[in-house]
């Protein structure tokens, strides 16, 4: 299967999930927060592998949330139209945060260990990825910060 985000492999019972958007950081745009949990939910439901090894490709392990994901629309005219796309927005950001709370907890809840390893930055949403995770293996270079 071809994934936008990532790249899979299975070899020796050890799943590799690699990150493969290097030009962008590896930013978590809205199909990593689908891509992501399918892939891990797949291969621990039918037993694909023994572990699942993330890692990424680039300079940086990940940027993060890539801000297009929260990104608003224009603001409407209109005390009225305003409270309800107010309304809109808020259900729309709470079943978003619903969503990417889900591609965390399938590794949290995978049955097989999860490992992560690291290099350069792991930003913002990288921290929460990392620390789903049940192991962390990290590059001298690497680092960690929620901005």
Same mark, same amino acid.
């Given at each position: 299967?071809?994934?936008?985000?990532? @790249?899979?492999?299975?070899?020796?019972?050890?799943?590799?999930?690699?990150? !493969?958007?290097?030009?962008?950081?590896n930013?978590?745009?809205?199909?990593?927060?689908?891509?992501?949990?399918a892939?891990?939910?797949?291969?621990?439901? $039918?037993? %694909?592998? %023994?572990?699942?090894?993330?890692?990424?490709?680039?300079k940086?392990?990940?940027?993060?949330? @890539?801000?297009?994901?929260i990104?608003?629309?224009?603001?409407?005219?209109?005390?009225?139209?305003?409270?309800?796309?107010?309304?809109? %927005?808020?259900?729309?950001? $709470?079943? !978003?945060?619903?969503?990417?709370?889900?591609?965390?907890?399938?590794?949290?809840?995978?049955?097989?260990?999860?490992?992560?390893?690291?290099?350069?930055?792991?930003i913002?949403?990288?921290?929460?990825?990392?620390?789903?995770?049940?192991?962390?293996?990290?590059?001298?270079?690497?680092?960690?910060t929620?901005?």
């Amino acid at each position: 299967m071809s994934y936008e985000c990532f @790249d899979v492999s299975i070899e020796d019972q050890i799943a590799h999930i690699v990150l !493969n958007r290097p030009e962008a950081m590896n930013s978590m745009i809205l199909s990593f927060w689908d891509e992501l949990p399918a892939i891990v939910e797949d291969i621990d439901r $039918n037993a %694909r592998a %023994r572990v699942i090894v993330i890692s990424s490709t680039g300079k940086h392990f990940t940027s993060g949330l @890539d801000l297009g994901v929260i990104a608003g629309a224009a603001e409407p005219e209109g005390e009225e139209a305003k409270r309800i796309a107010g309304l809109q %927005r808020a259900a729309a950001f $709470n079943a !978003n945060v619903k969503r990417m709370q889900h591609t965390f907890s399938a590794l949290e809840e995978a049955r097989i260990p999860v490992l992560v390893a690291i290099q350069g930055g792991a930003i913002g949403g990288g921290v929460d990825l990392a620390t789903a995770c049940d192991m962390r293996y990290c590059t001298a270079d690497a680092f960690f910060t929620i901005y």
